[in-house]
T-cell receptor
Framework: NAGVMQNPRHLVRRRGQEARLRCSPM?????VYWYRQLPEEGLKFMVYLQKENIIDESGMPKERFSAEFPKEGPSILRIQQVVRGDSAAYFCASSSSERTEAFFGQGTRLTVV | EDQVTQSPEALRLQEGESSSLNCSYT??????LFWYRQDPGKGPEFLFT???AGEEKEKERLKATLTKKESFLHITAPKPEDSATYLC????????????FGEGTQLTVNP
């Protein structure tokens, strides 16, 4: 049973470009979460999705960031017009229900140059 | 606002020297408290979930306990492979499913 799969593991973008981060949840999990870990800071919640629905996006910056979890395929976190401050590790997690433990992927490390 | 504070920030132990990590929390209606381990360059690895005061969970050299205000992660006779950052997170009744994390305790176990 494969774990949470994230790709790419490392992503380098120039300022102003778009970044697309992908996450395939564990088999049987329909709840997906995205967290961001800035250098020397803790993990911060960004967004919670179920299939085709955004349940909680209270941690997502209002501009340039969007997330989706389509009926088919992985969840996507999209960052438009990236800036240096977006450089961070982005982690995806999945769970089988709202109240059970979430399992994390290995993260995508975004570097904006 | 949910808050999680972990102490100490960093801890150095000798192999075999037992100790405890602390996680203090302030939430509105705790649904669950979670402990994770994170190695450098990796994602957090799930360790334990605790749901109510008085609950305890054990796994190998680790034991997690929970009171109404804090949780402890006790490490008995640690080994160098236990070196990692240990993260505590809470899930609150008013915050839906999201986790609020502390900043972690970086544990180093010297041989």
């Amino acid at each position: 049973n494969a774990g949470v799969m994230q790709n790419p593991r490392h992503l380098v973008r120039r300022r102003g470009q778009e970044a697309r981060l992908r996450c395939s949840p564990m088999k049987g999990h329909s709840h997906v979460y995205w967290y961001r870990q800035l250098p020397e800071e803790g993990l911060k919640f960004m967004v919670y999705l179920q299939k085709e629905n955004i349940i909680d996006e209270s941690g997502m910056p209002k501009e340039r960031f969007s997330a989706e979890f389509p009926k088919e395929g992985p969840s996507i976190l999209r960052i438009q017009q990236v800036v240096r401050g977006d450089s961070a590790a982005y982690f995806c997690a999945s769970s089988s229900s709202e109240r059970t433990e979430a399992f994390f992927g290995q993260g995508t490390r975004l570097t904006v140059v | 606002e949910d808050q999680v504070t972990q102490s100490p920030e960093a801890l150095r132990l000798q192999e075999g020297e037992s100790s405890s990590l602390n996680c203090s929390y302030t939430v509105s209606g705790l649904r669950g408290l979670f402990w994770y381990r994170q190695d450098p360059g990796k994602g957090p690895e799930f360790l334990f979930t605790l749901y109510s005061a008085g609950e305890e969970k054990e796994k190998e050299r680790l034991k997690a306990t929970l009171t109404k205000k804090e949780s402890f992660l006790h490490i008995t006779a640690p080994k160098p492979e236990d070196s990692a950052t240990y993260l505590c997170a809470v899930q609150a009744g008013t915050s839906g499913s999201r986790l609020t994390f502390g900043e972690g305790t970086q544990l180093t176990v010297n041989p």
